[in-house]
């Protein structure tokens, strides 16, 4: 968990070494000068010795950081980084900690002194951009000696990883959701309904010239007249949301991917479907099943969601829609509305229709 790396010199050493320079050339014109410069070098050797005695081994030191549990792609988020002396000297130290190569960082951290026995805490500002889990690299100091001369590097290992999630793009997510509860107000005012629900809602007395499939024999048989079934919209239905993961998703729209749009519209159909409460699965693809979701129902569901795509990313590869889309079918026991986000180039549109077969467009929706 802990390595030394290497014993640098200071600048207060090398100039030191510097200003003993001059007394070698003394040596060409006064005998024996030579022993000065001699006496000079093994004073500082002694005192760089001394000096690298007061440096606290690796294992008294500790460091830890305080990340947030989760990162949205390209949003700043703060971090704490906790650095701890066990020892009885205070130590002064330059930090540098190992972040992720998808990371982005502000100005480089500045020296700290922590305290004998107690912590000291850095504070810095990071902003992912990529999504993914990226792990955190080694926290390095830097840590100078009791005078100053010798500086000896350690690298602390400290295995943290970052889960960064994707993030509503254009527009504050709180603004986004709030339109999308406009929209959802809107639709729960009265209005004509035309369709015919599917589910029971209660029992009534027949009304002469309707449709007589809707009377219910065994009430008719027992209150002896004709009694017809009430029958509502379908109400806590299940969706599946199938997001295609392949080489084609990786084409670009503006600045993102086709992948990064399909993952907004799978999060925001999320939201809908937990609001409506709905139960909802969700699949990434490629030319394999990627991740897989099974119907969540609930104030979970969108959280999942979230888990289940924060590390999908489009694959060089063709998309294989026919065997999974059929294994995903197979997966969902429940009759579903299937929307399958993805790229459709003209010639290849009657293929990708032709992945829904016969069997599963009885049992689906699409």
Same mark, same amino acid.
């Given at each position: 968990?802990?390595?030394?790396?290497?014993?640098?010199?200071? +600048?207060?050493?090398?100039?030191?070494?510097?200003?003993?320079?001059?007394?070698?050339?003394?040596?060409?014109?006064?005998?024996?000068?030579?022993?000065?410069?001699?006496?000079?070098?093994?004073?500082?050797?002694?005192?760089?010795?001394?000096?690298?005695?007061?440096?606290?081994?690796?294992?008294?030191? &500790?460091?830890?950081?305080?990340?947030?549990?989760?990162?949205?792609?390209?949003?700043?988020?703060? *971090?704490?980084?906790?650095?701890?002396?066990?020892?009885?000297?205070?130590?002064?130290?330059?930090?540098?900690?190992?972040?992720?190569?998808?990371?982005?960082?502000?100005?480089?951290?500045?020296?700290?002194?922590?305290?004998?026995? !107690?912590?000291?805490?850095?504070?810095?500002?990071?902003?992912?951009?990529?999504?993914?889990?990226? #792990?955190?690299?080694?926290?390095?100091?830097?840590? %100078?000696?009791?005078?100053?001369?010798? %500086? @000896?590097? +350690?690298?602390?290992? *400290?295995?943290?990883?970052?889960?960064?999630?994707?993030?509503?793009?254009?527009?504050?997510?709180? %603004?986004?959701?709030?339109?999308?509860? %406009?929209?959802?107000?809107?639709?729960?005012?009265?209005?004509?309904?035309?369709?015919?629900?599917?589910?029971?809602?209660?029992?009534?007395?027949?009304?002469?010239?309707?449709? #007589? =499939?809707?009377?219910?024999?065994?009430?008719?048989? =027992?209150?002896?007249?004709?009694?017809?079934?009430?029958?509502?919209?379908?109400?806590?239905? @299940?969706?599946?949301?199938?997001?295609?993961?392949?080489?084609?998703?990786?084409?670009?729209?503006?600045?993102?991917?086709?992948?990064?749009? !399909?993952?907004?519209?799978?999060? +925001?159909?999320?939201?809908? &479907?937990?609001?409506?409460?709905?139960?909802?699965? *969700?699949?990434?693809?490629?030319?394999?099943?990627?991740?897989?979701?099974?119907?969540?129902?609930? #104030?979970?569901?969108?959280?999942?969601?979230?888990?289940?795509?924060?590390?999908?990313?489009?694959?060089?590869?063709?998309?294989?829609?026919?065997?999974?889309?059929?294994?995903? +079918?197979?997966?969902?026991?429940?009759?579903?509305?299937?929307?399958?986000?993805?790229?459709?180039?003209?010639?290849?549109?009657?293929?990708?229709? =032709?992945?829904?077969?016969?069997?599963?467009?009885?049992?689906?929706?699409?």
């Amino acid at each position: 968990m802990i390595a030394v790396l290497s014993l640098i010199p200071s +600048m207060r050493l090398i100039w030191l070494v510097a200003l003993g320079a001059p007394l070698w050339p003394l040596a060409l014109f006064i005998p024996g000068a030579w022993l000065a410069g001699l006496f000079y070098l093994v004073l500082l050797a002694a005192l760089c010795w001394r000096d690298v005695r007061t440096i606290p081994r690796p294992s008294e030191l &500790a460091a830890r950081r305080e990340l947030p549990p989760r990162f949205a792609l390209g949003v700043d988020h703060s *971090v704490k980084l906790v650095l701890r002396n066990g020892t009885a000297l205070p130590v002064v130290a330059v930090v540098r900690d190992e972040l992720p190569d998808s990371f982005e960082s502000g100005a480089d951290l500045p020296p700290v002194r922590i305290p004998s026995y !107690g912590e000291a805490h850095l504070n810095y500002i990071l902003r992912p951009l990529k999504r993914g889990a990226h #792990p955190f690299g080694a926290v390095v100091l830097r840590v %100078q000696g009791e005078r100053g001369l010798i %500086q @000896q590097q +350690m690298a602390l290992t *400290v295995g943290d990883t970052a889960k960064v999630y994707p993030n509503f793009h254009g527009a504050d997510q709180y %603004q986004l959701l709030a339109k999308i509860d %406009q929209r959802e107000e809107i639709a729960r005012k009265p209005r004509p309904f035309k369709a015919a629900g599917t589910d029971f809602e209660s029992l009534r007395p027949y009304i002469s010239g309707e449709d #007589p =499939r809707s009377i219910d024999w065994k009430a008719t048989a =027992r209150r002896g007249s004709l009694i017809s079934r009430n029958k509502q919209v379908e109400k806590g239905q @299940q969706l599946a949301v199938l997001l295609d993961a392949g080489r084609l998703m990786a084409e670009t729209i503006g600045e993102r991917s086709r992948l990064e749009h !399909g993952l907004d519209a799978t999060v +925001m159909l999320s939201y809908v &479907a937990q609001k409506r409460g709905d139960a909802l699965a *969700v699949a990434a693809f490629s030319n394999k099943l990627e991740s897989f979701m099974p119907p969540v129902r609930g #104030p979970a569901l969108l959280p999942r969601v979230l888990e289940s795509l924060y590390a999908v990313h489009a694959r060089p590869v063709e998309s294989d829609y026919w065997q999974v889309i059929a294994q995903v +079918m197979a997966m969902l026991r429940r009759r579903s509305l299937v929307i399958l986000l993805t790229d459709v180039p003209n010639r290849t549109s009657d293929r990708r229709d =032709r992945s829904l077969g016969p069997h599963d467009r009885r049992r689906h929706l699409s």
